[in-house]
């Protein structure tokens, strides 16, 4: 039976599984780590899909994510952190010649959203907005059954829409992005600068403080926490509401690890939605829920786009 | 030859023309008074139509555009303004019934992206961003060559994003949108406000004062209206970041009244675009231009709509 092959290259893990057309799950699957500061990189990728790559069965498509940015149309890697000799690299036309089949490529935001839409939270919608809450936050945008790639492949960058142009600076350096606001890092950058003017509050100021360390902190009644969350949620819900204006989707799928933490941001976040959201319509029939594939969202997203892009029909 | 017939139903007129595939200039154009408020608007409609309706071609389907909100997907008008007849009114059934020719709607600000894509200042491109400044601020967004409408029909209201929580109301009663910062009815608030607040200007207190009097007093060197403009571009320069990190186009169009100032809004938004852009690859090779289509967009939008859904192959 003809197959895919699916890489997810993440910071600490490659991922790479076999797909036949008729299951979710992998015929075969296999992870080794990055090493994304170590030379020989592409042999390691080689290794891993070698290692999966079937023996009776026919491979009709190779699809790869990866941390951005990247050019989808080209396939090249253009400057991914922690990894110098992948600087400008030419990673899925290097797959594709290696193991003569089609090589497509796609950031992991992008993929994530691709795989609730086609196999998780998003199956039978066909405008999908997914936003993952987590270190940044990234988004997946399907409209009409395709995958918003943009013209230099750089559309859906959502967290670095402007919420508020004197907000903080966000991890890229810009000031007021979403992610500066909504992210894990900005939830403990805001109780940081809080202690910092004297706010009282159960967390001790600590560089090493996580997102966690201040939901649990919430969860136990530490007020400061529970305003860093609602606070978090507010703006999720701001550029939320400017992002059905810009989209209108027909569901919203948060994934992530900052969404898992519930009512905490998403209670918040609802109550600021619901004020923003400028015409009743867009609400009417809205699904806003959490994503459903875990950690194989990146693996089914980077499946999804060589079946899309190779023209593959599936069940 | 088959034709498309186009109507652009404006808030004081209502145009008709008809189109052969093989030129841009219509074979026949009517327009007649909308006359919005007063009764009998669909018999108008019908026959201003049957005006230009060609006596020996047929006619392969009908474009219909119109200030929204309505749906594009069933054709309805919902709530058009000074229009109470024509609240929840299937417009695009009753004309596709009464010509027995299929018939498409869509609102005029998508329309006229759709007419600069296809016709105007966009032709070549596949991805699109136009954006009209004008009493409102309007958009139209192709994607790989389709027009974006969204789940609802509702997508593309870029002038309803917010550019900044805290910002002042605009016309919809929401707070913060790009249309309460850049729309010629918020540079005129503006200076307003400040003369009140007693800055000095050649401007006088005057509820009838125009974007276009503020213009003038700018051209004039009037240091307020100078500001005022300023102020426009910058928000919709930040607005417009924004939009490039989530739909990443080629190209950027800019129509309607206000954008005809020139440098007066558009130095100030080039600087602030600039300094917003969290990736200096979104401008590259970026074309950042005035719409070429002026008055006829939305009936070219609206001929566009009738031939890519009827699917036409046009020269």
Same mark, same amino acid.
């Given at each position: 039976?003809?197959?895919? /092959?699916?890489?997810?290259?993440?910071?600490?893990?490659?991922?790479? %599984?076999?797909?036949?057309? =008729?299951?979710?799950?992998?015929?075969?699957?296999?992870?080794?780590?990055? $090493?994304?500061?170590?030379?020989?990189?592409? =042999?390691?990728?080689?290794?891993?899909?070698?290692?999966?790559?079937?023996?009776?069965?026919?491979?009709? *498509?190779?699809? &790869?994510?990866?941390?951005?940015?990247?050019?989808?149309?080209? !396939?090249?890697?253009?400057?991914?952190?922690?990894?110098?000799?992948?600087?400008?690299?030419?990673?899925?036309?290097?797959?594709?010649?290696?193991? !003569?089949?089609?090589?497509?490529?796609?950031?992991?935001?992008?993929?994530?959203?691709?795989?609730?839409?086609?196999?998780?939270?998003?199956?039978?919608?066909?405008? /999908? &907005?997914?936003?993952?809450?987590?270190?940044?936050?990234?988004?997946?945008?399907?409209?009409?059954?395709? #995958? &918003?790639?943009?013209?230099?492949?750089?559309?859906?960058?959502?967290?670095?829409?402007?919420?508020?142009?004197?907000?903080?600076?966000?991890?890229?350096?810009?000031?007021?992005?979403?992610?500066?606001?909504?992210?894990?890092?900005? +939830?403990?950058?805001?109780?940081?600068?809080?202690?910092?003017?004297?706010?009282?509050?159960?967390?001790?100021?600590? *560089?090493?403080?996580?997102?966690?360390?201040?939901?649990?902190?919430?969860?136990?009644?530490?007020?400061?926490?529970?305003? %860093?969350?609602?606070? *978090?949620?507010?703006? $999720?819900? +701001?550029?939320? *509401?400017?992002? #059905?204006?810009?989209?209108?989707?027909? +569901?919203? +799928?948060?994934?992530?690890?900052?969404?898992?933490?519930?009512?905490? #941001?998403?209670?918040?976040?609802?109550?600021? &939605?619901?004020?923003?959201?400028?015409?009743?319509?867009?609400?009417?029939?809205? /699904?806003?829920?959490?994503?459903?594939?875990?950690?194989?969202?990146?693996?089914?997203?980077?499946?999804? #786009?060589?079946?899309?892009?190779?023209?593959?029909?599936?069940?």
């Amino acid at each position: 039976m003809p197959t895919i /092959v699916a890489v997810d290259i993440g910071g600490t893990q490659m991922r790479a %599984a076999v797909y036949t057309q =008729d299951k979710i799950e992998p015929i075969r699957q296999k992870k080794i780590p990055t $090493l994304a500061s170590k030379p020989g990189g592409i =042999d390691r990728l080689f290794q891993v899909i070698e290692d999966v790559w079937p023996k009776n069965d026919s491979v009709l *498509a190779i699809g &790869l994510g990866s941390p951005g940015p990247l050019d989808p149309h080209t !396939g090249y890697l253009l400057a991914p952190p922690n990894n110098p000799e992948w600087h400008n690299f030419p990673l899925a036309p290097k797959v594709a010649e290696h193991f !003569g089949v089609k090589a497509f490529l796609d950031n992991d935001a992008n993929l994530a959203g691709l795989g609730e839409y086609r196999y998780g939270a998003g199956k039978g919608h066909r405008n /999908v &907005l997914y936003i993952t809450v987590s270190t940044g936050i990234g988004a997946g945008v399907v409209i009409e059954d395709r #995958l &918003l790639q943009g013209h230099h492949g750089l559309a859906a960058e959502l967290g670095h829409c402007i919420v508020d142009p004197n907000g903080p600076p966000c991890s890229c350096g810009f000031n007021g992005h979403l992610e500066a606001f909504s992210s894990g890092p900005a +939830i403990v950058k805001y109780v940081l600068g809080e202690l910092e003017s004297g706010t009282k509050s159960v967390l001790k100021r600590d *560089a090493s403080m996580t997102a966690r360390d201040v939901a649990e902190a919430a969860k136990a009644g530490d007020e400061l926490a529970i305003r %860093a969350y609602q606070r *978090a949620g507010e703006y $999720l819900g +701001i550029g939320t *509401a400017s992002f #059905l204006h810009a989209f209108d989707p027909s +569901i919203v +799928i948060f994934g992530g690890g900052v969404s898992q933490v519930g009512g905490l #941001l998403f209670d918040a976040f609802h109550v600021s &939605l619901k004020q923003r959201v400028f015409h009743p319509r867009y609400l009417e029939g809205l /699904v806003i829920t959490t994503a459903k594939l875990g950690d194989n969202a990146g693996l089914l997203g980077a499946r999804a #786009l060589a079946e899309m892009k190779a023209d593959v029909k599936t069940s």
